[in-house]
């Protein structure tokens, strides 16, 4: 029987007539509960305790003297969330890989291993940071693993992983994979924990990810999220508007942006490639603009309303139509483009509009149309 403290003084008065036996059993429940209920406090005083900043200089000294005498005893994520605030205070890098180790290793036991991940997280940061990229990604990739069995986990370790996977992936220079695993880490957390420069830096650099990568021509996730509202005001408000001009294909836009670009050594590198995918973006938003029995359009049409040169446009379509942008044919003798799909995306207040008024134009044409049915059809009716 589950046992809590409103329900020992009725378990005891049932027990005044039991047998001797059954007694000494309740007691023993009793004596169980109340030392997990003291190890369970004392483990949340010195987690607060470890808290405080003054602490800095007992964390060491408390854990290997006192906690490390009990540490099988306590709750195992508590017991790593003690060792990580001690490892701050280790010497060296060096030092702190070793101690989180010893630690990861001490709670890899099979009703611990949410624990183990956490500790083992933690492991991969230091290697991260002492630059063993191979001996992270082996910690990182077996943490995974472990968490995919899980049905729930405390949200602190998969925060925790969700952020390291992010650094390495930033390190290794993996964009779509860190605007991944960035914005599952922000998902996890609490945005009001993070500190104002934190925020600010953290959608600095999914803006640059979402921008430079490849794979991803879709910012939706990014252009919703609260993040991406900390450069507004900044110094970095240039890189919010350039990503709205990114998502809504605006190349007049972009190019008073694109001043900025040589702020960021990656936006300089890719400078040819952002050209080329604001291009496919551009193309996208004209396609959308369109309504669908509309669009067959030409070469010449499609650089007039794009801007991009006329020479450009085959390949620019042919190389939306390979990412999965656009679906459709093209006629090269007769230089025509024939869309039936557009990816969809996220649309900001002029596109919403734009498509609020092409509603009511088709609403208008339904209109019309019931009312030339009626018109002519009136002999069919009466029949």
């Not at 329900?7 to 169980?32: C, G, K, M, W």
């Not at 200089?57 to 854990?63: A, F």
């Not at 990604?137 to 405390?154: A, H, M, W």
């Not at 836009?253 to 990656?266: M, P």
């Amino acid at each position: 029987m589950a046992m809590d403290i409103d329900t020992i003084p009725n378990l005891l008065s049932e027990q005044r007539d039991a047998a001797p036996e059954d007694v000494q059993h309740y007691y023993l429940q009793f004596e169980d509960f109340w030392e997990r209920k003291l190890w369970h406090e004392l483990t949340d005083v010195l987690v607060e305790y470890f808290d405080r900043p003054e602490s800095a200089s007992q964390r060491i000294p408390l854990y290997t003297g006192f906690i490390s005498t009990f540490d099988q005893k306590i709750n195992q994520l508590k017991l790593v969330t003690l060792g990580l605030s001690a490892s701050t205070q280790c010497k060296d890098d060096q030092e702190r890989l070793i101690f989180l180790q010893t630690l990861a290793d001490k709670v890899n036991k099979p009703a611990s291993q949410d624990a183990y991940v956490y500790a083992t997280v933690a492991v991969a940061e230091i290697q991260l940071h002492l630059q063993d990229y191979e001996g992270a990604r082996k910690k990182l990739d077996e943490c995974e693993g472990i968490l995919d069995t899980f049905d729930s986990v405390e949200t602190v370790v998969h925060a925790s992983f969700y952020r390291v996977n992010a650094e390495y992936y930033k390190a290794k220079h993996e964009f779509a994979a860190y605007y991944k695993s960035a914005l599952l880490y922000l998902a996890c957390i609490d945005l009001s924990t993070l500190s104002p420069t934190d925020r600010q830096a953290r959608a600095y650099d999914l803006s640059v990810a979402a921008l430079v990568s490849d794979s991803i021509y879709n910012f939706g996730e990014l252009l919703l999220h609260p993040i991406l509202d900390s450069l507004t005001n900044s110094p970095h408000s240039w890189l919010r508007d350039l990503l709205f001009a990114f998502n809504r294909g605006d190349l007049r836009a972009y190019d008073v942006l694109t001043g900025n670009i040589s702020k960021n050594d990656l936006l300089s590198a890719h400078e040819m490639f952002l050209y080329q995918k604001i291009s496919l973006s551009a193309l996208t938003e004209t396609v959308f603009k369109r309504p669908p029995h509309d669009r067959a359009m030409t070469f010449g049409a499609i650089s007039e309303e794009t801007k991009v040169r006329h020479d450009e446009i085959e390949h620019l379509i042919m190389k939306a139509l390979s990412l999965g942008l656009l679906r459709g044919t093209i006629d090269q003798v007769a230089e025509v483009a024939r869309i039936n799909w557009v990816q969809p995306k996220v649309l900001d207040h002029k596109q919403i509009e734009s498509m609020r008024g092409r509603l009511r134009e088709w609403d208008g044409s339904v209109n019309q149309l019931g009312n030339w049915i009626e018109g002519v059809g009136k002999d069919v009716w009466a029949a």
